[in-house]
C-alpha cells in the first residue's frame, strides 16, 4: 500500500469531499490527521470511524483562516509524527447572493476560509517538507475558478480561482524542493453544500453533465489520491477537472 505509514493532513475533513479523502487514505493504512471547524467531539467520532482501517487516526480542531491556529496545529502534527507527507486542502464554503445582495462580511468570510486558509497552511507546512526534500500540496478548488460559479456567489468562483493561481506559483517555486502542487476542480458533487439545490436546479445541472450524474465525494477522493501518488511524481501546477465533462479544457 502505497500511502501506508504516510502523514496525511486533510482540511475540512468533519464531513462530505474531505471526510471521503481522509477515508481514502485511511483504507491504504496512512496516519491521516482531519482537521475541521466542527467540534472535536464531532471530529473524533469521525477519526473513530476511519481508525477502523488499521491506519492511525488524529482529529484536531482549527479554524483554516486563522494562522495561529493553522501553525499550532502543524506544530502538533510535527511532533506527534515528526514529519508531514501530504496536505490536503479542502476547506472550503460558498455564500451564495449576488452583487447587490452579498454583504462585505460574507465575501471577506470566503475569502478568509477558502484563500487565506489555503496559504496558511501551505505556508505553515512548507518549511517540513523542505527539509525532507519531498512533499505533495493539493488544493481542493472548483470549476467555479475557471468559469466563474454558476449558482451565484461572487466571492467563491474568485477565491477557486485566486486558489488556482496560488497553486500554480506554489508548483513553480516548490519544485526545487521536490515538492508537487496541484489542485482538483470538482463540479456539482452530492454533498451538504450542493444540498441547497432546489430540485429543479440539481436536474439543470445533471442535464449539463455529459456524463449525466452528479459526482460522488468518492469521484473527487480518487483524483486526490492520484496526484498524491508516486504516479503523479512528474505532475505540478496542473488543476485536474473532476467534472463529468462539464467543463473540458
Ligand atoms: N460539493 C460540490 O459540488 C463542490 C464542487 C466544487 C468544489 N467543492 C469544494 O470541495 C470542498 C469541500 O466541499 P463539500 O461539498 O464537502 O462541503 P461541506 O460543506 O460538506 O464540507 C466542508 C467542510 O469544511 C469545514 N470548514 C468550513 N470552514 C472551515 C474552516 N474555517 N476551517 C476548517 N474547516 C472548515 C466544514 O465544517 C465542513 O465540514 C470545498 O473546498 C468546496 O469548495 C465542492
Known sequence: MEFEGQVILVTGAGRGIGKAI???FAREKARVVLNDLCSQDELDKVAAELSEFEGQCMAIRADVSRSDQVREMIARIERTFQRLDI??????????GTIETVTEEEWD?????????TFNCCKAVVDIMKRQQRGKMINVSSVAGKIGDITSAPGYGSSKAAIDALT???ARQLAQYNINVNAVAPHAIAT??????????RQAIIAAIPLQRLGTPEDVAAAVLFLASEKAN?????????NGGFVMD
Do not use: Y
Open 168 to 170: 500554480k506559483t506554489l
Open 109 to 117: 468570510l470566503v475569502l478568509q476560509v477558502n484563500l487565506k486558509g
Open 192 to 201: 451538504e453544500m450542493s444540498a441547497q439545490w432546489s430540485e429543479k436546479k
Open 87 to 96: 496536505l490536503v486542502n479542502n476547506a472550503g464554503i460558498i455564500r451564495r
Open 22 to 24: 481522509a477515508s481514502a
Open 234 to 242: 512528474f505532475i505540478t501546477g496542473e488543476i485536474l477537472d473532476v
